[in-house]
């Protein structure tokens, strides 16, 4: 199986379904002649043209809106934001058109679009530019949100997102592109809303997404050099949320600690303890616990960021925690 980069993945899968189905196009600023701000439209444009690579002025609203109508009339355009801090300014696209418009048309419009880039904080890129706005789009009935970790993920879950009859908003960790991983070759496609056991354990039940999955199994890691038999699970998609998978580890581990990189309130991993109390109450022993980043703009310091984000010590300080060895 050969090893690519989560962006060669990504650039994998956008071929792939670009060749399979005509009607599938992507549009974004510098997606073209540029290749991408993350060069994961390279050699697109070369091989579909201008007219299925598309580059757009600095209009966030603007281009969401396109491809919002675009989809409305049956073609399945991928849009990429720059970052999804930039997407604030074309939410409105998102909440009010894509994610409605099945709904207030009685079933007959759907929006077959993937709005899709980088999220989440890099290094030392400030507050405007190191938000995770997962939390946010799950929110919001109608859409679906994926995240995926790795690239094999990466490629798969694209793919399905790309098929998808309704509007999908694709977060891709923005430390992430020069990760390293076997990817299948060809059809490779992850059904949305299945979430993947990344390590098995019968302990402690890690939950965790995108960019955390990492940083939880490096906890794991350590962990088991301290007898502790983690099992970490990538939700991989946000919503729809993979319940079973989730409660399905609880029962067998009766500890649970949520690792994300959001803000606390109201967050992702609010929604799982929530989902775990209420359906798995009687399995725990102990109170879920949940890690997440700093509840402040990310600072630029690079001390206080570092300070910010989400660890494995962190990580493993909570499950200390859960079982009752802190």
């Known amino acids: 199986m050969p090893t690519l980069t989560y962006r060669d993945a990504l650039n994998q899968a956008l071929r792939e379904e670009m060749q399979r189905d005509p009607d599938v196009f992507l549009m974004g600023e510098e997606v073209g002649v540029y ?14 043209g201008p007219m299925r690579v598309v580059d757009t002025p600095i209009t966030e609203l603007g281009f969401a809106g396109v491809g919002v109508g675009a989809a409305m009339v049956g073609l399945r355009p991928v849009i990429e934001f720059m970052t999804w801090n930039f997407a604030l300014l074309a939410i409105d696209q998102l909440v009010n058109s894509a994610a409605k418009m099945r709904y207030m048309s009685g079933g007959q419009i759907g929006v077959p679009a993937v709005f899709r880039g980088p999220g989440g904080s890099a290094l030392q890129l400030g507050a405007q530019h190191s938000q995770a706005f997962e939390s946010w789009y799950a929110h919001i009935p109608g859409l679906k949100v994926v995240m995926p970790a790795t690239p094999a993920d990466a490629k798969g879950l694209l793919k399905s997102a790309i098929r998808d009859d309704d509007p999908v908003v694709f977060i891709e960790g923005e430390m992430l592109y020069n990760l ?20 098995p354990g019968k302990d402690v039940t890690i939950v965790c997404h995108s960019k955390t999955v990492a940083v939880a199994l490096k906890a794991a890691e350590q962990l088991a050099a301290d007898g502790v038999d983690a099992e970490v699970i990538d939700l991989r998609t946000i919503r729809p949320l993979d319940q079973e998978a989730v409660l399905g580890s609880v029962v067998r581990t009766h500890r649970c600690v949520v690792a ?8 992702v991993g609010a929604q799982v303890a929530d989902t775990i109390q209420r ?39 909570a499950v200390d925690s859960v079982l009752y060895r802190d």
């Open 260 to 267: 994300e990189e959001g803000w606390p309130f109201a967050g």
């Open 279 to 317: 359906e798995a109450f009687d399995e725990l022993d102990a109170p879920v616990l949940r890690v997440t980043g700093a509840d402040v703009p990310m600072p630029y310091n690079k001390q206080l960021e570092k300070a910010a984000k989400v660890d494995p010590a962190r990580v493993i300080a």
């Open 180 to 199: 390293k991983g076997e990817v299948p070759e060809g059809e490779h496609v992850i059904p949305l809303g299945k979430a993947d056991v990344k390590r």
């Open 35 to 48: 290749q991408g701000a993350y060069k994961v439209s390279r050699g697109l444009l070369d091989e579909f």
